[in-house]
């Protein structure tokens, strides 16, 4: 209909969502079958379109693939348009979901503003629906009848459809969705941080007597002067830094090796430390 002819501004707005269809990967050992799930993202304007499949829906992987789009279109548009995935947005409300922290964060560092479909708002979900379609008949049928035996696998073959996808000449348009890219929405896009975000993980937690925190089995030091009290714990692969009250007040390589304590001796109380 005439009014559902979203005209996209270039630089706008990119388009994510998960496919609700799942390809199978075969375990080569076991010939057990594990569904992988596939992320879609699509820009307004020159309809360029990536999609990356993940074991999950979940945080990390919903982190790591925005990652991943981003690189691929080789910039950030001002806002992305995520459907309410659990993910992402944390609470579904009419006005004001709250976004995931480390999404906010995610956001933050490349710059864009994270726009979650409006419930009851299908025009918001449009174009994220046609970009969903578009891979599934234009990739995920290419694919329907090979067989896959690990994620980087099915990777490489949705990579080839992709670009083949996107090199294809769109009738109504007369260009492809790369040349649209290059030529019209590239432009208009802010330039990609010299570093990409590295995935972090907040956790809250109260300070033991011991004036330790545990994270994943493991216990981390704070200042003692802050036993019993709510610090929030920054938590990626090679770090663990603490905050109080948003100021840091410890930072801990991460240590997988469960039931042991990381101590800094600064932290201990001093009649401790006397001790030790």
């Not at 074991?55 to 990390?60: F, K, Q, R, T, V």
């Not at 950030?76 to 995931?100: H, M, Q, W």
């Not at 049928?141 to 035996?149: D, E, G, K, P």
Request: proline letters at 5%.
């Amino acid at each position: 209909s005439a009014t559902m002819r979203q005209t996209h501004v270039a630089g706008e707005k990119l388009f994510v969502d998960f496919a609700g269809d799942t390809v199978a990967v075969i375990d080569p050992l076991t010939s057990d079958i594990r569904p992988a799930h596939i992320f879609v993202a699509a820009l307004g304007a020159s309809n360029f379109t990536y999609a990356e499949a993940r074991w999950s829906e979940g945080l990390a992987d919903w982190i790591s693939v925005h990652i991943n789009a981003l690189t691929a279109i080789g910039g950030v548009p001002k806002a992305v348009v995520c459907d309410n995935l659990k993910a992402g947005v944390t609470k579904p409300s009419r006005y004001e979901p709250g976004i995931n922290r480390s999404y906010q964060e995610l956001a933050t560092h490349y710059g864009f503003a994270v726009l979650p479909t409006r419930i009851k708002k299908p025009r918001d979900k449009a174009k994220a629906e046609v970009a969903v379609q578009i891979v599934q008949r234009f990739v995920l049928a290419r694919l329907r009848n090979r067989r896959f035996f690990s994620l980087d696998e099915l990777n490489a073959s949705i990579r080839e459809c992709v670009a083949d996808l996107n090199a294809r000449i769109m009738r109504k348009l007369g260009k492809s969705r790369r040349e649209l890219l290059e030529t019209i929405e590239r432009p208009a896009l802010k330039p990609l941080p010299a570093e990409p975000y590295r995935y972090a993980e907040w956790k809250r937690a109260r300070v033991a007597p011991d004036y330790h925190i545990e994270i994943a089995g493991h216990y981390y030091s704070v200042p003692s002067r802050l036993i019993r009290e709510i610090v929030e714990a920054r938590i990626t692969s090679t770090t663990i830094e603490i905050f109080h009250r948003g100021t840091r007040v410890a930072s801990h390589a991460f240590s997988a090796v469960r039931n042991r304590h990381t101590t800094i001796p600064e932290h201990m109380p001093s009649a401790h430390r006397r001790y030790a």
